[in-house]
């Protein structure tokens, strides 16, 4: 039996889920950690520079999103 994975923004963990990395701006001394998390999640689906930038916004609390 053969596993697939969807490669692309596709393949992307829902913001909601709760694998998903994820950023509270009430916890600013996380982003490095979580900027780690969402590229490695991100080359492992293969985004290219430009989708990781449209993603990387959906995975932020909205405080961080209006700024």
Not at 2 to 15: D, H
Not at 16 to 33: I, M, T, V, W
Not at 45 to 55: R, S
Request: proline share 4%.
């Amino acid at each position: 039996m053969s596993t697939s994975m969807t490669i692309g923004v596709l393949g992307m963990l829902a913001p909601e889920s709760r694998c998903a990395p994820d950023f509270d701006s009430r916890n600013p001394e996380e982003l490095k950690e979580f900027l780690e998390e969402f590229e490695k999640l991100a080359e492992k689906h293969g985004l290219t520079t430009k989708e990781k930038a449209k993603m990387v916004v959906k995975y932020v609390d909205k405080k961080t999103k209006k700024f």
